[in-house]
């Protein structure tokens, strides 16, 4: 797709220095710019490379002030990074508006699909599903039976959606994400054998939800594991049974969080945490990278360390924990000196 300055900067209300036909058809680091490409410049460190870059377009803020000539035809706006960001948002809608059916799939005849959808090769559609409009599901995807997909969500490929899962509106949810899985519930027989727990439940996902690639969502055993509004997890994170995600909440890589933990909103949570299950997490919550977390946090908690407190004291343990060395030198010193003093007494 090509677009020319005049096309964006009607997009962004901004006005041009330089060619209006000047031709874009990739987006690119301003420092790495070249013919036919769309760059942005807003932090002011990287000022001299407008000078030289070679991309064919740039969008500037509009109180920016050359020092000298420039190739790229400028693009001045407002807020140079917001404007970026929102034709990236056009440029996303435009590159994946995709619509119709391909084949072969498979389409249930009990199930209803609204207007406007785009169904990628290769996919799954059970029975009684129902799919709202506007709905995106790239090819190689299944859609279990009883499924409720909302409008306005996309579904990239190899997603596998479990029967009676409920999707809200503006979801997003990317390749490998498995939604609905059985949880993981065993008890041990008499011989010590374990045998599954049926998992009856299903899992709730409401509106305006991102779910990064390879996450796994599992079903409840009773109920619904529920992922609340707003909520934006990261790749490769587990959530297990019964577990509930408060709304706003976001949630970095690796993480996982064990069953029936319910986690509060507006929480931020870092990479490769580990969460016990049956514990409660209160809103506005911090938890550091790497952290293990095996009980309940209160509200505005700021937390670090395996098993996790308080950041502040993390820190200033950590301090300690570095020059552990220097101090027990000291402390064999001290001790050294000690018993030399006491020998000379008896």
């Known amino acids: ?14 006005e041009i220095v330089g060619n209006p036909e000047a031709e874009v058809s990739k987006l690119s680091k301003i420092e790495e710019g070249e013919a036919g490409a ?6 002011p460190k990287y000022n001299h490379y407008l000078y030289t870059t070679k991309a064919s377009v740039t969008i500037v803020n509009k109180g920016f002030t050359l020092e000298k000539q420039v190739e790229t035809t400028l693009i001045k706006v407002e807020d140079a990074y917001k404007a970026f960001s929102k034709l990236l948002e056009f440029y996303n809608e435009v590159k994946n508006n995709k619509t119709g059916r391909e084949n072969p799939s498979f389409i249930a005849a009990s199930a209803s699909i609204g207007a406007n959808e785009y169904i990628g090769a290769f996919t799954y559609i059970g029975e009684n599903v129902k799919i709202g409009n506007n709905v995106k599901i790239y090819p190689n995807s299944y859609i279990g039976d009883n499924v409720v997909i909302g409008d ?32 993981f519930g065993f008890v041990p027989d008499e011989q010590g054998e374990y045998k599954a727990i049926p998992q009856t439940g299903n899992v709730i996902i409401e509106d305006n939800v991102d779910i990064g690639a390879n996450c796994t969502i599992d079903r409840a055993t009773l109920g619904s594991t529920i992922i609340r509004r707003g909520v934006k997890l990261d790749n490769q994170i587990q959530i297990a049974h019964n577990v ?25 949570i870092g990479g490769q945490v580990g969460i016990v299950g049956h514990i409660s ?3 506005n919550v911090k938890v550091q990278a790497q952290s293990g977390i095996g009980r309940n946090l209160k ?12 950041y502040s004291d993390f820190n200033k343990s950590y301090v300690h924990f570095k020059n552990l060395p220097n101090i027990a030198t000291t402390i064999h010193k001290i001790e050294k000196e000690l018993n030399t003093q006491k020998n000379k007494n008896e």
């Open 1 to 14: 797709m090509k677009f020319t300055a005049k096309q964006i900067a009607e997009i962004l209300e901004g």
């Open 38 to 43: 769309l760059t942005f410049l807003s932090n």
């Open 152 to 183: 306005n969500c996309t579904l990239f490929a190899g997603v596998k959606i479990y029967s009676e899962t409920q999707i809200g509106n503006n979801c997003k949810i990317h390749s490998g994400c498995i939604v609905g899985s059985d949880g």
């Open 244 to 268: 509930e995600i408060g709304k706003h909440t976001v949630i970095a890589s690796q993480t996982g969080i064990a069953g029936s933990t319910k986690v509060g909103e507006h929480c931020m």
């Open 281 to 283: 997490i209160g809103n």
């Open 299 to 310: 509200d505005g908690d700021v937390v670090q360390g395996s098993p996790a407190f308080g």
